[in-house]
């Protein structure tokens, strides 16, 4: 089993930036890919980015340029850097571990980014 904790979530002005964490622990599968969902009110969880074990990142189009994920492989953790965030990135942020065979979830972190 694997469990994963978010952290670094809150209140933040138009403009500003939050680092976001997420902590593995348990029995992680080598190949792997760390990834950070959001899901806004009423609205579908979306990928914002993910980075695979061999170095590969994706990031979705609205976040390119202002958002930056980064993994430490010794910690299990994965990090999202949220620059310039805008009121339309408030959300609940979901970091998830994909493995060959399962996907596995954190309890999510509220980002609030007020006008």
């Known amino acids: 089993q694997v469990q994963l904790v978010e952290s670094g979530g809150g209140l933040v002005q138009t403009g500003g930036s939050l680092r976001l964490s997420c902590a593995a622990s348990g029995n992680i599968y080598s190949r792997n890919t760390m990834e950070w969902y959001r899901q806004a009110p009423g609205q579908q969880r979306e990928l914002v980015a993910q980075?695979?074990?061999?170095?590969?990142?994706h990031y979705t189009d609205s976040v390119k340029g202002r958002f930056t994920i980064s993994r430490d492989n010794a910690k299990n953790t994965v990090y999202l850097q949220m620059d310039s965030l805008k009121p339309e990135d408030t959300a609940v942020y979901y970091c998830?571990?994909?493995?060959?065979?399962?996907?596995?979830w954190g309890q999510g972190t509220q980002v609030t980014v007020s006008s």
């Open positions: 998830a571990l994909l493995t060959p065979s399962t996907l596995y």
């Open positions: 980075a695979s074990n061999e170095g590969s990142i």
